[in-house]
């Protein structure tokens, strides 16, 4: 009996614990969700309580207006373009190579495969110059271009995911297949990518979140309002020469994160199974 409540204390104080720490980690979201709702002359004087004196709604209605005639309707549609565009190709093109450095032999196959490798440690600022120039002389500034064209050429952590998922499967479905006549692409599309749908979805959740996320990029190559994604028309509300609307910044940052929330509880399941199987050989 005292073993079994000595259990039950360890227990409960492991999960007070773990909430507290939960507390602790979303507490600048809650903040910045409550803040929304406050004025904007008050919301640093009453930074230390969570809970508004009451609901105010006119921050949403006055940060969705936007500026110069653009309204937050226009950045999300356009954070749902680039993202939804980019995280495609990213993951159809990562998927393809994967297949061809796990299942497919050719001249130099392990050299190439390091210089992907090595792709990754590169960090953005290395080849930010580069892309920018290249990009301009196509005429591609103020454009999504830029943006979208770099995902169909293959992500070196999806393809090194997904190529560690397809390792997984047994080749003799590959030998059924060439005996019923089917070609390397035909088996690609038909016998891999049905099996490896987790690891693709887990591919596409990271790929939606770093794309929606993005700040750099558009800053780099878009100009025009008219253009900006979610992340740059959120840093129109601060302005260091004026007044900044805090409160219509928090409104449209809490509506920002909806669509991250929304793509991580309905697709949580596939991020765990798509990694975890990930690993099981190679």
């Known amino acids: 009996m005292q073993a079994r409540r000595k259990a039950v204390i360890k227990l409960a104080g492991e999960q007070l614990l773990l909430l507290a720490l939960t507390f ?79 299942r497919i032999r050719f001249r130099w196959k392990k050299v190439w495969f390091v210089c992907m490798m090595l792709t990754m440690m590169l960090p953005f600022e290395i080849i930010m110059v580069p892309q920018y120039v290249m990009f301009n002389w196509f005429g591609w500034i103020d454009t999504y271009w830029p943006l979208i064209l770099p995902t169909l050429f293959g992500t070196p952590f999806f393809i090194f995911l997904i190529m560690q998922f397809i390792r997984t499967l047994p080749h003799e479905m590959d030998e059924a297949a060439k005996i019923d006549g089917c070609g390397k692409f035909a088996i690609f599309s038909r016998i ?61 940052s809490t509506l920002s994160v909806v669509p991250v929330f929304v793509v991580f509880f309905l697709f949580q399941r596939y991020i765990v199974e798509g990694i975890s199987t990930s690993g099981l050989k190679g």
Not at 52 to 64: A, H, M, T
């Open 24 to 102: 602790m980690m979303l507490y600048p979201l809650l903040w910045m969700v409550a803040g929304s709702f406050k004025d904007n002359g008050t919301i640093f004087t009453t930074a230390h309580s969570l809970l508004p004196n009451r609901l105010d709604f006119s921050s949403y209605i006055e940060g969705w207006k936007g500026f110069g005639g653009v309204t937050f309707a226009t950045f999300f549609l356009n954070s749902t373009i680039i993202t939804l565009l980019s995280t495609f190709g990213s993951v159809a093109s990562s998927a393809l190579i994967a297949y061809g450095f796990a």
């Open 192 to 252: 891999i990518v049905p099996l490896i749908v987790p690891a693709m979805m887990t591919c596409a959740i990271f790929s939606f979140y770093w794309r929606w996320d993005d700040f750099m990029g558009p800053l780099l190559y878009l100009n025009k309002p008219q253009l900006y994604p979610v992340s740059l028309g959120l840093k129109m509300f601060s302005d260091p020469d004026s007044i900044t609307n805090w409160s219509a910044l928090f409104a449209m």
